[in-house]
């Protein structure tokens, strides 16, 4: 994995700094505005790190969250799929995607 210090200097922009300095694990692949991703990525890890860690690990519980956030904030019909692996094929509406990995977590968040 990266160094930190190296992916906040060959970030893009601010948000991209951020992002790499608040979730140093995540990797997220987003055509999102930047304010939305922020908003994306912080439901996902929220959920993760509350649901995720559970013996077994609760990702119906983690996605349900997730969906419920993105869905008040930006308006229904949002799918979120988590696990450790898995398979999808969407289609969704653009600047809506969201796929992200960490060490043990990968999560897919679309709107179609």
């Known amino acids: 994995m990266a160094d930190p210090s190296t992916i906040i200097k060959n970030a893009t922009n601010a948000a991209d700094a ?3 300095m608040m979730y ?3 990797r997220p692949q987003t055509d999102m505005k930047d304010e939305m991703k922020l908003e994306a990525v912080d439901a996902v890890v929220s959920a ?4 995720g860690n559970m013996k077994p690990p609760k990702y119906d519980l983690a996605a ?3 969906k419920e956030t993105m869905d008040k ?3 229904p019909n949002w799918c979120c799929i988590i ?4 398979g999808a094929d969407v289609v969704c509406e653009k600047q809506t ?3 992200m990995r960490s060490e043990e977590h990968t999560s897919e ?4």
């Open 48 to 51: 993760i790190e509350k649901f």
């Open 64 to 66: 349900k969250q997730v």
């Open 73 to 75: 904030r930006y308006a």
């Open 83 to 86: 696990g450790e692996t898995f």
């Open 24 to 26: 140093p694990l995540v």
């Open 109 to 112: 968040l679309q709107s179609p």
């Open 18 to 20: 951020r992002m790499a």
């Open 97 to 99: 995607l969201l796929y």
